[in-house]
C-alpha cells in the first residue's frame, strides 16, 4: 500500500496526474458534482425525515432559554457527550430567523459539516495520491459508506465528531510541513473540538498526534509542537471530567450497551457488506501492486521510510492504523470486560474508510488489470447509484417503533385523547408525544422497581430512567409520571406494551389489572407490540 501512496505523487507528472489536462479537470468537477447531487438529496431527505427518540432529546435540550441552563441538562446526562455540537446547535438557533424552521436548519448544518469533513480528507489525501483518485473516493464514501449517511443524518454530535476528526488530521499534517505559530494554533483548536465532540474524541486526538510524530520520528521539533497542540485538549478535557463523572450516573446500576459480535465490528470497520467486500479487494490488490513494486525496486522502501518525501503517505498509513487499532481495542475491552462499544462511537473511522478507498480507486487507474478495472468500476457505480436511490427515497430510520403496515402509528384508530396512553419506551413515547396526533395524551411511566426488578428484560432501563427523569425535572415534561399517578383513583387508560419492556409485566404482577388487547403489530425482525386497554387497577398486593 506505501507504494499506492507513493507512486500517486510519483505519477502526477504522468498521464494520471496532470494537473493541466482537461480530462483530468473535468473527472474531478464530475465527481464533485456527482457528489455534491448525491448530499443534496440525501439533505432533502434528511429534512423531511420525523426524528427518532434521542434526536427528540436534542430538541428538548435546544429549547433552554440560556447556555448555563443547557448545560446544566447535558450534565444530568439528558446528552452524554461534551458540550460542542449541542452549543453550537444552541448559538445557531439564536441566530437563525423566526421564519426558519430550527430543525431543517439544524439537518443542513450537519449535511454541511460532513461536506466540510470530505474536504479536509481531500486535502490531506491529495498529498499523497492523484485529485481523481481523492475526488472517486470521496464519491464512493458519500454513496457507499452508511456510516457517514447516519452522520450526515443524524440531528446530534456525529456529523460533528467526523469533521473534527478529519479537520484534525489536516491540521496536524499541516503543522509537521510548515510548524509555523498559526498552525500549532489551529491544531489545537481542531484538537479542542475533536476532544468535546464526543467523548471518545481525546483517543482520536491521540492517535492523531501520535501518528504524526511517528510519522517523523527523528524530529524533536515537531514533538514539542504536537505536546504543546495536544495540551490544551487534554487540560479541557480534565476540567470537564466532574461533569463526565456526573452524566455517566445514568448508567447506574447498570449501564445499556451489551457485549458486541462480530456484525457490529464489521458495522464499525466497513458499514456494509458490499463495503466490506469491496475493501477486502482493494486490500487484496494493493498488497499485491506493493510486493510487486518492491520486487522490482528493494532499496527504495527505505528511502520511503526515511524520506521526507515519503512523510505524508507515511503520516496517512499511520493515521489509518492507530484509528482501526482504537477501534479494534474498543471491540475487546468490550467483549473482554466492559461493554463500551457501539459502532457510532468510533465514527471517526470514516477517515480509514475514506483512505483506503481513495488508494483503491489509484490502484484502479493506475495498476489494476483493465480487465478488472472496467468490471469493478461499472459494479461500484451501479452499487453507488442503487445506495443513493435507496436513501432518497425512504427514510433513514425506517418505520417508527410499532407501525402499522402503512408506516403509522398502530394505536392511532383507539386514540381519541380521551384516555392516557402508557409507552414506556423512549422509543416508542417521545416520538408520539411530538407527532401523534392526539401527541398529549402520551404518558411515559417512572418506576424504579422495574429497573430493579428487570434488569436483563432490557439494559436500556436504568438509563431510561434516569434520562427521562432528568427530563421532567430540566424542561419540565408532565407527560413523564410515576406509576402511582397512573394507576390514581382506578383510572382507566391504554399500553402500549412492546417486547424487552416490563413495566405492564410489572403492573400485572403486583396489581389485580383488568385489561383487554385492542391491537397488535408485527414489525421488523418479528418484534410484536400489543396495545392494550386497561379498565381497572386494584390495590397493590
Not at 392516557?420 to 424504579?448: E, G, K, T
Request: proline fraction near 6%.
Amino acid at each position: 500500500m506505501l507504494r499506492i501512496f507513493r507512486h500517486g505523487c510519483a505519477s502526477s507528472s504522468a498521464s494520471m496526474d496532470s494537473t493541466g489536462s482537461s480530462a483530468q479537470k473535468l473527472l474531478q468537477v464530475a465527481g464533485a458534482w456527482l457528489g455534491g447531487c448525491a448530499l443534496a438529496a440525501f439533505a432533502v431527505r434528511s429534512v423531511n425525515d420525523p426524528l427518532w427518540a434521542d434526536e427528540l432529546l436534542t430538541t428538548h435540550l435546544l429549547q433552554a432559554d440560556s447556555l448555563p441552563r443547557l448545560w446544566r441538562g447535558i450534565a444530568r446526562g439528558i446528552d452524554g457527550n461534551p458540550p460542542l455540537y449541542l452549543t453550537g446547535a444552541w448559538l445557531l438557533t439564536r441566530l437563525l430567523p423566526s421564519a426558519v424552521p430550527v430543525v431543517a436548519a439544524l439537518k443542513l448544518l450537519n449535511i454541511a459539516l460532513v461536506g466540510l469533513g470530505l474536504v479536509a480528507l481531500w486535502r490531506l489525501a491529495r498529498r499523497a495520491l492523484s485529485a481523481v483518485s481523492c475526488t472517486a473516493g470521496a464519491l464512493i464514501l458519500v454513496t457507499l459508506n452508511d456510516n457517514l449517511l447516519y452522520a450526515a443524518f443524524e440531528l446530534r454530535t456525529y456529523a460533528t465528531y467526523f469533521a473534527t476528526a478529519a479537520v484534525a488530521a489536516l491540521c496536524q499534517q499541516r503543522l509537521i510541513e510548515r510548524g509555523r505559530p498559526a498552525d500549532l494554533m489551529l491544531s489545537a483548536l481542531s484538537f479542542v473540538g475533536l476532544a468535546f465532540a464526543h467523548t471518545f474524541g481525546i483517543a482520536y486526538v491521540g492517535c492523531i498526534a501520535l501518528a504524526g510524530c511517528l510519522s517523523r520520528p527523528r524530529d524533536g521539533a515537531l514533538l514539542r509542537r504536537a505536546l504543546l497542540a495536544t495540551g490544551p485538549a487534554v487540560l479541557l478535557l480534565l476540567a470537564w471530567t466532574p461533569v463526565l463523572r456526573e452524566q455517566l450516573q445514568v448508567a447506574s446500576p447498570y449501564g445499556w450497551m451489551t457485549e458486541p459480535g462480530w456484525s457490529e465490528l464489521a458495522e464499525t470497520l466497513f458499514s456494509s457488506q458490499w463495503l466490506l467486500a469491496i475493501s477486502v479487494v482493494a486490500l487484496l490488490g494493493l498488497g499485491n501492486a506493493g510486493m510487486a513494486w518492491l520486487k522490482r525496486t528493494p532499496r527504495r522502501l527505505e528511502e520511503m521510510v526515511a524520506s521526507d518525501q515519503g512523510q505524508p503517505a507515511r503520516y496517512l498509513g499511520l493515521l489509518a492504523a492507530g484509528f482501526t487499532a482504537f477501534a479494534l481495542a474498543g471491540w475487546m475491552v468490550s467483549r473482554a470486560a466492559v461493554p463500551i462499544f457501539v459502532p457510532r462511537f468510533f465514527t471517526p473511522q470514516i477517515v480509514v474508510s475514506y483512505l483506503l478507498l481513495t488508494a483503491f480507486a489509484q490502484w484502479l487507474l493506475v495498476a489494476a488489470p483493465r480487465a478488472l478495472a472496467l468490471p469493478a468500476a461499472l459494479l461500484i457505480g451501479g452499487l453507488m447509484l442503487r445506495n443513493v436511490v435507496d436513501h432518497a427515497a425512504t427514510p433513514f430510520h425506517g418505520d417508527p417503533v410499532c407501525a402499522d403496515a402503512n408506516g403509522g402509528y398502530f394505536e392511532s384508530p383507539h386514540v381519541g385523547g380521551d384516555l392516557p396512553v402508557i409507552a414506556d419506551s423512549p422509543h416508542v413515547f417521545l416520538p408520539r408525544a411530538a407527532y401523534a396526533a392526539h401527541a398529549a395524551a402520551y404518558r411515559f411511566p417512572l418506576d424504579w422497581d422495574v429497573v430493579m426488578t428487570y434488569p436483563t428484560r432490557s439494559p436500556g432501563n436504568a438509563v431510561d430512567y434516569h434520562i427521562l427523569q432528568a427530563l421532567q425535572g430540566w424542561l419540565p415534561m408532565p407527560q413523564i409520571v410515576s406509576t402511582a399517578d397512573v394507576v390514581r383513583d382506578g383510572a382507566q387508560f391504554l399500553v402500549i406494551e412492546t417486547p424487552g419492556r416490563a413495566w405492564f409485566d410489572h403492573l400485572r404482577a403486583t396489581h389485580k389489572v383488568q385489561a383487554e388487547a385492542l391491537a397488535h403489530s408485527v414489525g421488523r425482525a418479528g418484534v410484536v407490540c400489543t396495545l392494550w386497554k386497561v379498565t381497572a387497577v386494584d390495590a397493590p398486593r
